[in-house]
């Protein structure tokens, strides 16, 4: 079995920062890519950051130049520091893992961690 934990979320000032973080957890034989996606009330999922195996990474043009994803292979985790908050970030952060494990192809969410942006 393949667990995704998040951890992170929380209450900040606009203009502050905040770091995710998501461990996969499990029979894990290989990441091919994790990512990070949110959802804020009444909307739908959308994209926030990728980065692959190889450490290739690619953003929303939401949040380019303010986010970052980057990752521990050791731990199986993967983080986004998010800089430069704004109230449109306000959102459930969701992390996505599409991996191998010993059973076979997984492709899974976290619960999600709250992300809440004041002014």
């Known amino acids: 079995q393949v667990q995704l934990v998040e951890s992170g979320g929380g209450l900040v000032q606009a203009g502050g920062s905040l770091r995710l973080s998501c461990a996969a957890s499990?029979?894990?034989?290989?990441?091919?890519?994790m990512g990070w996606y949110r959802q804020a009330p009444g909307k739908q999922r959308d994209f926030v950051a990728t980065?692959?195996?190889?450490?290739?990474?690619a953003y929303a043009g939401s949040v380019e130049g303010r986010f970052t994803i980057s990752r521990d292979n050791a731990k199986n985790t993967v983080y986004l520091q998010m800089n430069s908050l704004k109230l449109e970030d306000t959102a459930v952060y969701y992390c996505n893992a599409d991996l191998i494990s010993t059973s076979g192809l997984y492709n899974g969410w976290g619960q999600g961690t709250q992300v809440t942006v004041s002014s």
């Open positions: 980065i692959t195996s190889g450490g290739s990474t």
């Open positions: 499990g029979n894990i034989f290989r990441i091919n890519a």
